[in-house]
């Protein structure tokens, strides 16, 4: 593989796209009207689209994607320098807490926010012990 994308359905391109620019304090490096994409890491880019775009692909085959609203359908889970700062940012722009910042019995300190759309973000640190 070369590259990995994740690409997410929202309700509003430009709502989603606002609150993931302020969220990752980075600026999308593609923004036109059907398609947002941020660079995480050299390898992995996370995209937005506009649930009537990928309804239009999807044509009859599968359910259209608004029909999941609120519903949890993907997780972002991302390992940051400092998960409190990306959870209270995250919920200043209106994302929803959904579970605190504690260690986890996987290794990682996680909290979890939901996004505009109900998509679950998860920022991840180190454990520290005490």
Same mark, same amino acid.
């Given at each position: 593989?070369? $590259?990995?994308? !994740?690409?997410?359905? &929202?309700?509003? =391109?430009? /709502? %989603?796209? @606002? !609150?993931? $620019? @302020?969220?990752?304090?980075? /600026?999308?490096?593609?923004? &036109?009207?059907?398609?947002?994409? !941020?660079? =995480?890491t050299d390898? &992995?880019? =996370? *995209?937005?689209?506009?649930e009537n775009?990928?309804? /239009?692909?999807? %044509?009859?085959?599968?359910?259209?994607?608004?029909?999941?609203?609120?519903?949890?359908?993907? @997780?972002?889970?991302?390992?940051?320098?400092?998960?409190? $700062?990306?959870?209270?940012?995250?919920?200043?722009?209106?994302?929803?807490?959904? %579970?605190?910042?504690?260690?986890?019995?996987?290794?990682?300190? &996680?909290?979890?926010? %939901?996004?505009?759309? *109900?998509?679950?973000?998860? !920022?991840? @640190?180190?454990?520290?012990?005490?």
């Open positions: 593989m070369k $590259e990995i994308e !994740f690409i997410i359905y &929202v309700a509003d =391109l430009r /709502k %989603s796209k @606002e !609150f993931y $620019e @302020e969220l990752l304090q980075t /600026k999308p490096i593609l923004d &036109v009207a059907g398609m947002t994409e !941020f660079k =995480l390898y &992995v880019k =996370l *995209g937005l689209m506009p775009g990928i309804a /239009k692909i999807l %044509s009859d085959k599968l359910p259209h994607p608004n029909r999941g609203k609120g519903i949890p359908r993907c @997780e972002l889970y991302l390992k940051v320098e400092n998960a409190e $700062e990306y959870m209270e940012r995250g919920i200043q722009l209106g994302g929803k807490e959904i %579970s605190e910042l504690k260690n986890r019995d996987w290794g990682d300190k &996680v909290g979890y926010i %939901s996004d505009l759309d *109900g998509h679950i973000i998860a !920022f991840a @640190e180190q454990m520290i012990i005490e």
